[in-house]
């Protein structure tokens, strides 16, 4: 598994969307993309995690964030999620690779079967993550897990978002 370290450009991102192809290299936000991988439709936390973004998916803008989820869900599952869940307004990526998320240092997961609300779960999938990267594609901030427990809540993320612009604060962590 890759360390990313901040400060550092960040991996080639292209991946498919319920809008079409998206590349990370294409994006100009003013401040950061913040890239959110989730765990599929599978996941019931992922579904109250992206709720609550897309609530503030519009505060995230105005502070100067592009925004993209993702999983290793295929186009019919997140075309589901992003339906079932009420998070159409958030650009919704699917089919991240074994191969892509092991770039991003991002752990994956075997499923197991049924999960606790009868959805099936896929063979592999990847485990959340989140990223904040600069226009100029170097990794401000990320958070990496190995389960969909207690994940950044999304409005401390925009303050903090709000601070680094404020502060002009530097990406820390860089000396792994």
Not at 21 to 42: D, I, K, N
Not at 82 to 102: K, R
């Amino acid at each position: 598994m890759v360390a990313l370290k901040p400060r550092a450009i960040t991996p080639e991102l292209v991946i498919n969307t319920l809008k079409g192809t998206w590349s990370l290299a294409e994006q100009t936000p003013a401040h950061f993309t913040m890239v959110v991988v989730y765990r599929g439709l599978h996941c019931p936390i992922c579904k109250n995690y992206l709720r609550e973004l897309s609530r503030l998916a519009d505060d995230f803008a105005e502070k100067g964030v592009n925004i993209i989820v993702l999983s290793s869900d295929t186009k019919e599952r997140a075309q589901l999620a992003s339906t079932e869940w009420d998070i159409e307004n958030l650009t919704m990526g699917y089919g991240l690779t074994p191969e892509q998320s092991q770039a991003w240092g991002l752990h994956r997961s075997a499923g197991k079967g049924l999960t606790s609300i009868g959805i099936e779960e896929p063979t592999e999938f990847t485990e959340p993550g989140l990223y904040l990267i600069r226009p100029d594609h170097t990794l401000y901030w990320s958070n990496i897990s190995t389960m969909p427990f207690a994940r950044p809540h999304f409005k401390e993320v925009l303050g903090a978002v709000e601070f680094a612009v404020a502060k002009n604060y530097p990406a820390r962590g860089e000396l792994i």
